[in-house]
């Protein structure tokens, strides 16, 4: 059974910094890639950064909003994916979730709240 459990959200003023971590188990997880997505407040989940597995990963950036302030990483050593997210702004108020690639079929985790808020 996939399980996810992301982590690190918080409360942050504009400008601040967050590290988010989701940690996943129930599969295989070196051999997928995996996704952060998030939901804010009356809107639609959308996909924020894709990472692709191997030890030479790729990640992509979809949101215009985001690209040069989010990165993300991989540990495939402790099955978990990162989402380091610089500069934040009051747009990026969402419950962000982790997620593997469609090949695993898997439900979603908790999510975890970040505020960005002065």
């Known amino acids: 059974q996939v399980q996810l459990v992301e982590s690190g959200g918080g409360l942050v003023q504009p400008g601040g910094s967050l590290r988010l971590s989701c940690a996943a188990s129930g599969f295989t997880f070196s051999r997928y890639a995996m996704n952060w997505y998030r939901q804010a407040p009356g809107k639609e989940r959308e996909l924020v950064v894709a990472i692709s597995d191997g030890d030479g990963y790729v990640t992509t950036i979809y949101p215009d909003s985001v690209k040069g302030r989010f990165a993300a990483s991989r540990d495939d050593a402790k099955n978990t994916v990162y989402l380091q997210m610089n500069n934040l702004k009051p747009e990026d108020t969402a419950v962000y979730y982790c997620?593997?690639?469609?090949?695993?079929?898997?439900?979603w985790g908790q999510g975890t709240q970040v505020t960005v808020s002065s």
């Open positions: 997620k593997p690639s469609s090949l695993v079929p898997s439900g």
